[in-house]
């Protein structure tokens, strides 16, 4: 096997088990592996650290896969695989609508595999998952049906940006099995969703906020809440379908919001008791605001801001204006769900921006909750990068 000799400043992450070999900690190389190969990562003095896959051509140049010396066969994935599931199996059953790999958080890097219903959606983010991904599609039908799932096909969507970073063309298609319905209907909180898993965002639908959706039916049905409440970049319309109020959801996206119309009316909501505007929220909350128009809930969740570290200070700017015209249009007493998705902008900081927005507001609020993906999100701890939904429950005064 080849191996990857790390300096001995840059083997300290390693050892505490973050999965990512960046190109600057590499000191040389040893044999002549391929792109795609596992290598073992070793210290100067020859010491097994890690084993991984590698990419030359990725800043990432090696992704760990295990810190003991076994082989990665068949048998290991399979394993790793049945991990990830069980720890998803909720009262003995795996949910129709669920994330089962959450890649670098699942141990295994570069791998999602979400579930909607009896189809599986993969995206492979790097090179060696890529040349991995049928026998994986293959794996993953093999290891649910052992817990009683019946799968039908496995979509593919590796339509990802980070893929270009591995040097790996964008690709969609099917990988195993039969091709997807145009929508799958899907149980989610109670009610029933339409997902596109060819053309929705990410692999279909925002499986990471269907925690906080339910959270935010029960929070408004235990207090009777049925007030006016506006959702921006509100995608396919998930938060508020399990409520009473009288909802407003605004995205820029027109076939998003055609899909939130479609599944309001396959739920039964009233549709009089429903809004969708096709607009930009930055212009939107503007126009709102001259027209002093106020909202007893406002949900905020809008597309990652920050991309990068060099991107952090424009990002919170722009989280911060969001926020303060968010503020603006709430009632005394009302409630603001907000978010960022952007990995770059930790927990402390975004609750500092939030504080900033308020501040310029002139208003008050308690933080009634502290938000984060469901579980089927987890974030290896020794990996903070995959902490990248946060988001606070508000209400303002
Ligand atoms: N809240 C959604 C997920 C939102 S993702 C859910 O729970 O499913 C971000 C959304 O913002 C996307 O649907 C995207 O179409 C929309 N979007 C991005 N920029 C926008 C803008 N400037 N104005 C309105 N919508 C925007």
């Known amino acids: 096997m080849s191996q990857i000799i790390v300096r001995p400043d840059r083997e300290k992450p390693i050892i ?103 189809h599986l959606v993969l995206q492979a983010l790097t090179l060696h998952i890529d040349q991995r991904k049928t026998d994986l599609a293959r794996l993953l039908v093999e ?47 109670g009610t029933i969703r339409l997902v596109d898993v060819r053309a929705g965002h990410k692999t279909g639908t925002y499986l990471d906020q269907i925690g906080n959706q339910a959270f935010l039916d029960d929070f408004l049905n235990q207090r009777a809440i049925k007030g006016d409440l506006l959702s921006l970049f509100s995608y396919t319309g998930g938060f508020g379908l399990g409520s009473r109020c ?39 909350l503007r126009d709102f605001a001259d027209e002093r128009r106020r909202f007893e809930v406002i949900v905020c969740d809008p597309p990652k801001f920050a991309h990068n570290a060099g991107q952090i200070e424009r990002a919170a700017r722009g989280y911060k204006d969001l926020n303060l015209n968010c503020f603006r249009l709430l009632q005394p007493g009302g409630c603001l769900m907000t978010f960022s998705c952007s990995g770059a902008i930790s927990t402390d900081l975004f609750q500092k921006i939030v504080f900033g927005a308020l501040a310029d507001s002139g208003r008050s609020a308690q933080i009634i909750r502290t938000l984060s993906a469901n579980d089927d999100h987890p974030v290896t701890l020794t990996f903070p990068e995959g902490a990248y939904l946060k988001g606070l429950l508000l209400r303002v005064y």
């Open 16 to 118: 505490h088990r973050h999965p990512w070999v960046f190109s600057g900690a590499v000191d040389s190389v040893r044999g002549d592996p391929q792109p795609g190969d596992i290598v073992d990562v070793v210290s100067k003095n020859g010491r097994f650290l890690a084993r991984g896959y590698f990419n030359p051509r990725s800043q990432i140049q090696v992704r760990l896969l295990t810190w003991a010396d076994e082989p990665i066969d068949g048998s290991w994935w399979r394993q790793m695989i049945g991990r990830a599931l069980s720890a998803r199996i909720q009262r003995g059953i795996l949910p129709p609508a669920v994330r089962l790999i959450n890649a670098e958080n699942d141990f295994l890097p570069g791998l999602i595999v979400d579930r909607y219903g009896d």
């Open 143 to 189: 290891a649910l049906a052992e817990v009683g799932v019946t799968i039908s096909g496995v979509y593919e969507r590796s339509d990802v940006d980070v893929r270009k970073k591995e040097g790996l063309a964008l690709q969609t298609g099917l990988l195993w099995g039969e091709e997807p319905p145009e929508l799958i209907a899907v149980q989610i909180n």
């Open 246 to 284: 009288q909802i407003t959801q605004v995205d820029a996206s027109l076939p998003a919001l055609n899909l939130a119309e479609k599944t309001y009316q396959t739920n039964q909501f009233p549709m009089n008791r429903v809004e969708f505007i096709q607009a930009d929220v930055f212009e939107l």
